[in-house]
């Protein structure tokens, strides 16, 4: 029998964009890995349950990071001085070429998952490198940290330096063994087909990749229209397509299976227009549009016509895991779109971007990312009594606090699909 307990504390959390759901000292009942759901005070029928009692602290649903890449890890804060297709060059493509050597991938992916512990991110989407075997350790890491992940082995067969490129055949077996071996493996860890983007995959390997997806099931997650060269770079390789959505939708990488593109600053309307008519989900990552000169996504616009959004740090590009950090830019971007579109894109409120980082990219998981009934328990206990207060706030001015102006420190536990997940250790 799964047991039945209930955590207590402040608890805020958003059903809807832009909506909270507020219960001050309340509890959220949980059964195995779901949420039976929320109350003022404990029914008869839970009376004698264990009850973690957090007292004054924050209850949030755990963060979503919903595009990283995790060799990038090790370049953190480095190199953000080019656009992205000389910085690709210049810093990432000679950093990811490091993940044949197995140890060096194991110091760095374990670090990065501890940092994702660290500021709270229950579940990621997360891009590893072309070598399938560290891959693998990236996903065997991910399940014992008990955080949740997709993790995609990257294809590259095109226009990248020969030290990360590999061939159409190489690329599609690799993939496929990940397939065969990880799909049924962990319950909270599985694979993702992950085209790098047109630029390093030629039709041929996008076709391949789109057949292993419907055949496996799998989702997919690449980049789209995130920056001028990289979407000039493309028409001068597809002349033959109207725009670069259509490449990934005519090798079945648009949204057949389940599709997080991220970036999507410069798509055009007909761009937005498939990906609304093919359920797309976005990956808003405004740290790396900013750093590396790409643009201001239309995250209003893209909500607004019905698009699902989620935040993401997309490290290196990004240069911090916070998700915090992340809703703080996403409302910096949302501001200045505002300005730009002469106040047209209505700016993005702290609901709404705490939606976007919860329920938003968690509905790429299931039922994740919201304390509704049936939900899996991903949680984030905030204690932000060393954040300075000079009168009474409520708890949702508690939580904008937290997210502008607190840290991990804050952070005092983490619970994932029922369970409460200890700091990763080495062993
Ligand atoms: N497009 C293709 N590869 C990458 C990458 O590693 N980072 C970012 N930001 N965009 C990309
Ligand atoms: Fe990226």
Request: glycine fraction near 8%; hydrophobic fraction near 35%; aromatic fraction near 12%.
């Amino acid at each position: 029998m799964e047991e039945i307990f209930a955590v207590k504390g402040n608890i805020i959390f958003t059903k809807e964009f832009g909506k909270y759901e507020i219960m001050e000292d309340g509890y959220i009942v949980v059964h195995g890995k779901s949420i039976k759901g929320v109350y003022k005070e404990l029914t008869e029928e839970y009376r004698n349950i264990r009850v973690e009692d957090y007292g004054d602290s924050l209850i949030i649903p755990g963060f979503v990071d919903l595009h990283l890449h995790a060799p990038q890890f090790a370049n953190l804060g480095l190199g953000l001085d080019k656009e992205l297709m000389p910085w690709l060059e210049a810093y990432t493509f000679p950093e990811e070429s490091k993940y044949s050597d197995v140890h060096y991938a194991r110091k760095v992916y374990f670090s990065l998952i501890r940092e994702l512990w660290r500021f709270g991110t229950t579940r990621s989407c997360v891009f590893a490198t072309i070598h399938k075997n560290t891959t693998k350790l990236l996903m065997d890491l991910f399940a014992d940290s008990g955080l949740g992940a997709y993790v995609g082995k990257v294809n590259m067969n095109r226009n990248s330096p020969d030290y990360l490129t590999e061939t159409t055949e190489a690329s599609l077996n690799d993939t496929e063994e990940i397939l065969e071996e990880y799909c049924g493996k962990y319950e909270l860890v599985k694979p993702i087909v992950t085209p790098r983007f047109v630029p390093s995959c030629s039709f041929e390997l996008l076709k391949g990749l789109g057949e292993l997806a419907e055949k496996y099931n799998v989702p997919v997650q690449s980049h789209l229209c995130e920056n001028y060269g990289e979407i000039s770079f493309v028409k001068s390789l597809h002349p033959e397509y109207k725009n670069y959505a259509e490449i990934y939708n005519g090798a079945g990488l648009f949204g057949d299976v389940p599709t997080i593109m991220a970036h999507c600053i410069l798509v055009d309307e007909d761009e937005i227009e498939l990906m609304v008519k093919k359920d797309l989900y976005v990956a808003h990552s405004p740290n790396s549009n900013f750093n590396l000169s790409s643009g201001i996504a239309p995250i209003r616009r893209l909500v607004s016509r019905g698009v699902s959004v989620g935040l993401a740090s997309d490290i290196s590009g990004g240069h911090s895991l916070s998700m915090m950090n992340v809703i703080t830019s996403s409302a910096q971007a949302a501001n200045i779109k505002w300005i730009e579109s002469n106040r047209v894109d209505q700016p993005l409120s702290t609901a709404d971007l705490f939606y976007l980082a919860t329920k938003g990219g968690g509905k790429f998981f299931g039922k994740v990312g919201s304390f509704e009934e049936d939900y899996e328990f991903d949680a984030l206990v905030i204690d932000d009594r060393n954040i300075p207060a000079f009168r009474t706030f409520t708890v949702e001015e508690r939580l904008q606090k937290f997210i502008y102006t607190g840290d991990d420190r804050n952070i005092k536990e983490r619970y994932v699909s029922g369970k409460k997940i200890s700091e990763p250790k080495v062993y």
